[in-house]
C-alpha cells in the first residue's frame, strides 16, 4: 500500500465555505446528521469525474457538526464538491444519497452548467458528470480603485426595478453580440439610466439560479430558483474564466458607484431551486435536510409557503447565520448597497411555519452593523396568508407598498369610492404606517413592478394573456385592475392610443407627486410591453426583453418621465423626512406655519369631495422654509371639470408644470419654461392631472 498524501490537514470549523491561505485552502461544510463526507477536486469545471476524492474521517475532520478539511498547495480557481452520506429516510425527513454531487452552500463561484442536467439530480444514480460543482474564490485580490457605498437616503431616492440580462438581451440594444445579457453589458447602458435620473437599480435575483426550473421547453427567466446565495449568476457574464462572473459584478458596481446610481438586490431567501418531495438533490436537501427546510407533520413532505415547492427554514440558527453571511459578504466584499427581500414575511416563520411575533433572522438583519448603512426593502408577504405590510418588524424595513399599487391603479381606471384611498397613499400610507415615528420614504411606491403588467400593458389590456406560459393561462394574477381604454390590446386607433398615452401619463404623475420612495419598472418610460403577459417568468425571448427601437419611438413619454423625476429631485417638498401636516384652511385664513404641509381641495377650494361617487381630488403642497408651493389636481372623471385656484402672495402666479391632456411637450414643462396660468380657476380635462407651481410673476 502506498503511502497516504501529507498535503491534508484537518483543517478547522470556521469559516464556513472555502477559504484562501496562503499555503492552501481550508473547506468547512455543516452537515449534523450527515454520517460521511467527501471532498471532491476536479481539475476542470467540465470533467466528467474528480481527479481526487478527499474521505474526511469524523474523529480528524470533523467538530461538533462542521466537517472539515485543510489541502496544503490549492489556491484560488480550484473547482471542488462534495457528497455527503447518511441515512435516505424521507419519512423522518433525511434525504442523504451520495450518489448525488453537492454544492457548497457557501458557494461564491459555481461551474459546470454546460453539462448540468436538473433531471439527473432527481432521477436515482449518480450524477456526477451532470452535476454542478463549487470554485475556491479569494475575495481580496480585486481592486476596487477606492469605490464607498454612497449611502443615498430614501428621500432622494428614485428606484427602477430592472432584470440584468434583459436590458441589453435584444439585438436592438446596441451591445456586442458578446456582451447583451451581462453585467459587462449592462455598464455600457449606465448613461441611459443616468439621463432618466433614477438613483438605484433594483435587480432581479442575480444570485446563482436554476434556468432548468421551468416548464419543458421554457427557462426559468426571472430568477426566482437560486440555489447559491454567495455566486452571482454565471449566464450573466461575458466573461470565460471560471472567477470571470465575480469581477465582472464587482466591474459593474464600482461602474454604477462611479455614476451615483445604488445597486440592490432582489434575494431570495425563502425557498431553492430543489422544489417539492419531487424535486432535484443539488445542495441543501443532500447535506442537512431538516435543517434547512421547513416540513410538513409528515416529514417526507415540504411546507410550501413560497408558492414554489418548498420553505426556508429561515429561523433555524444555521440557516440564520448562513443568511446572514450572505447579506454581509454582498455588502463588504461586493459592495451592494441594500436588498429588496422577496416574500419577507415567510422569513418570519418558525422551525415549524409558524408566524414568529419577534423572528430572530429578522431581528439579526435589522441589527447587524455590517449592514447598517444600507437599504433593506420587505415584500412584506409570502404565499402562505401572511399579509405584514405596515406591521413588519423593526424600524430598519422599508416595504413594497401593496395598497399604493392596487388603489391608484383603480383610482386611475375611474373606478368608485376611492377618493379616501387616494389622499392617504398621495401622503404616504398613513392609515397602513401608524407608527408615529414612521418615515413616509420607508414606503416603496409603485405602479408596476415585474410581478404583473407593464404600464403600458395596464392601459391596453383587460385580461392577461399567458398562454405562451403553457399552463392555459391559469397562472398569473387575475385582479389586474386595469382598463384597454376602449380596445383590447394592439390597436391603430387614434382615439384610443392618445386615452393610453394620457392614462400611462396619469399614474406616473401619481406616483411621483406622492410622498414615499418611487420604483419605476424597467421599460414602462418608453411604453415596454409584454404582449399582455402579465407572468412572464419563463419567458426569456423578447416578450420579455428590453425593446431599444422604443427609445426612438417614444421620446415624449421617456421626456415626461425623466422631467418629473427631475421635479421631485429638485423640490424639498418630496425629500421630507416626515409625514405632511394636514391643514384645515378656510379661504379667508392665510396659510401658515413652517413644517411642510397638505391642504385638501375640490373644485371649491377647502372642499373636497369624499363621497363614494368622487373621481377626483385637489391639494396644495407647501413647504414654508423652502418656499415652494405646488397645486395638484388628480382628476379620473370622464368630464372636465374647472377647480379654483388658491390665491398667491403678491409677486407670485401659478406656472403650468404638467397637463397630461396636453400633447408633448406642453403635457410637461420644467419651471424655467412653465406657462402662467391665468384666471382664478384652471379647466381639467376628463381623465386628466395636472401640476401648478407658484413662481415670481415674470413680465
Known amino acids: 500500500m502506498g503511502k497516504p498524501r501529507r498535503d491534508v490537514e484537518p483543517g478547522r470549523s470556521f469559516p464556513l465555505g472555502a477559504t484562501v491561505y496562503p499555503d492552501g485552502v481550508n473547506f468547512s461544510l455543516y452537515s449534523k446528521s450527515g454520517e460521511a463526507v467527501e471532498l471532491l477536486l476536479f481539475d476542470a469545471a467540465d470533467d466528467p469525474k474528480p481527479s481526487r476524492v478527499i474521505a474526511l474521517d469524523p474523529k480528524i475532520n470533523r467538530t461538533f457538526y462542521y466537517w472539515h478539511v485543510f ?241 426556508v427554514k429561515a429561523n433555524h440558527e444555521v440557516v440564520t447565520r448562513l443568511i446572514l453571511d450572505c447579506l454581509r459578504y454582498w455588502v463588504d466584499v461586493m459592495h451592494v448597497d441594500g436588498f429588496r427581500f422577496d416574500l419577507a414575511s415567510s422569513l418570519s416563520r418558525g422551525k415549524t411555519g409558524h408566524p414568529m411575533e419577534d423572528p430572530p433572522l429578522l431581528w439579526s438583519i435589522e441589527s447587524d452593523p455590517v449592514l447598517a448603512g444600507i437599504k433593506l426593502i420587505a415584500e412584506a408577504w409570502d404565499a402562505g396568508g401572511l399579509y405584514q405590510v405596515g406591521s413588519f418588524i423593526g424600524d430598519r424595513f422599508a416595504e413594497w407598498n401593496g395598497p399604493f399599487r392596487d388603489d391608484i391603479r383603480r383610482f386611475v381606471k375611474g373606478d368608485p369610492g376611492l377618493v379616501d384611498e387616494l389622499a392617504s397613499r398621495i401622503l404616504g400610507s398613513p392609515d397602513i404606517y401608524t407608527e408615529p415615528n414612521w418615515e413616509p420614504n420607508f414606503s416603496i411606491n409603485f405602479i408596476t413592478c415585474h410581478d404583473g403588467f407593464t404600464l403600458h400593458d395596464l392601459v391596453s389590456y383587460n385580461q392577461k394573456y399567458n398562454e405562451d406560459n403553457g399552463e392555459q393561462s391559469r397562472d398569473g394574477a387575475n385582479d389586474n385592475y386595469s382598463w384597454n381604454c376602449g380596445a383590447e390590446g394592439k390597436t391603430t386607433d387614434p382615439v384610443v392610443l392618445a386615452l393610453r398615452q394620457q392614462q400611462m401619463k396619469n399614474l406616473l404623475t401619481v406616483l411621483l407627486m406622492s410622498q414615499g420612495t418611487p420604483m419605476l419598472l424597467m421599460g414602462d418610460e418608453v411604453q415596454r410591453s409584454q404582449q399582455g403577459n402579465n407572468n412572464a417568468y419563463c419567458q426569456n425571448n423578447e416578450i420579455s426583453w428590453f425593446d431599444w427601437s422604443l427609445v426612438a419611438q417614444h421620446t415624449d413619454q421617456r421626456r415626461f418621465v425623466t422631467g418629473l423625476i427631475q421635479l421631485v429631485q429638485s423640490l424639498q417638498l418630496f425629500q421630507h423626512e416626515a409625514m405632511l401636516d394636514v391643514l384645515d384652511v378656510s379661504p379667508t385664513k392665510p396659510f401658515s406655519g413652517q413644517q411642510p404641509y397638505v391642504v385638501w381641495h375640490g373644485v371649491k377650494l377647502n372642499q373636497p369631495d369624499w363621497s363614494y361617487h368622487s373621481h377626483s381630488l385637489a391639494f396644495s403642497l407647501h413647504h414654508p422654509d423652502a418656499q415652494e408651493q405646488l397645486y395638484i389636481v388628480f382628476n379620473a372623471f370622464w368630464q372636465a371639470l374647472p377647480f379654483e385656484l388658491p390665491s398667491l402672495k403678491r409677486g407670485l402666479a401659478w406656472h403650468r408644470l404638467i397637463d397630461t391632456s396636453l400633447p408633448a411637450p406642453d403635457d410637461f414643462q420644467p419651471q424655467a419654461s412653465a406657462v402662467r396660468v391665468k384666471g382664478s380657476t384652471y379647466l381639467v380635462r376628463d381623465r386628466a392631472s395636472i401640476v401648478l407651481m407658484a413662481l415670481p410673476t415674470r413680465k
Open 71 to 311: 489541502v496544503v498547495g490549492l489556491q484560488a480557481g480550484q473547482v471542488y464538491a462534495y457528497r455527503v452520506y447518511g441515512p435516505f429516510a424521507p419519512e423522518k425527513g433525511q434525504r442523504f444519497d451520495g450518489q448525488k454531487v453537492l454544492l457548497d452552500p457557501y458557494a461564491k463561484v459555481v461551474v459546470g452548467w454546460e453539462h448540468y442536467s436538473r433531471e439527473a439530480a432527481i432521477l436515482p444514480g449518480d450524477n456526477c458528470p451532470q452535476a454542478l460543482r463549487s470554485v475556491v474564490f479569494d475575495p481580496n485580490t480585486y481592486d476596487w480603485e477606492g469605490d464607498i457605498p454612497l449611502c443615498i437616503p430614501y428621500a432622494k431616492s428614485v428606484i427602477y426595478e430592472m432584470h440584468v440580462a434583459g436590458f441589453t438581451r435584444n439585438p436592438n440594444s446596441g451591445v456586442a453580440e458578446a456582451k447583451r445579457g451581462t453585467y459587462a453589458g449592462l455598464m455600457e447602458k449606465i448613461p441611459y439610466l443616468q439621463q432618466l435620473g433614477i438613483t438605484a437599480v433594483e435587480l432581479m435575483p442575480i444570485h446563482e439560479f436554476d434556468e432548468q426550473d421551468a416548464r419543458p421547453g421554457l427557462q426559468n427567466y426571472w430568477g426566482y430558483s437560486t440555489l447559491a446565495f454567495f455566486a452571482p449568476h454565471r449566464a450573466y457574464s461575458a466573461a470565460k474564466d471560471p472567477l470571470g462572473p465575480v469581477n465582472e459584478f464587482r466591474d459593474m458596481v464600482k461602474a454604477f458607484h462611479q455614476a451615483g446610481i445604488e445597486v440592490i438586490l432582489d434575494v431570495v431567501f425563502n425557498h431553492t431551486a430543489e422544489g417539492n418531495h419531487e424535486g432535484p438533490t443539488l445542495c441543501f436537501k443532500g447535506i442537512e435536510n431538516r435543517a434547512y427546510y421547513i416540513l410538513e407533520k409528515n416529514p417526507a413532505l415540504y411546507s410550501n409557503y413560497s408558492g414554489c415547492g418548498n420553505t
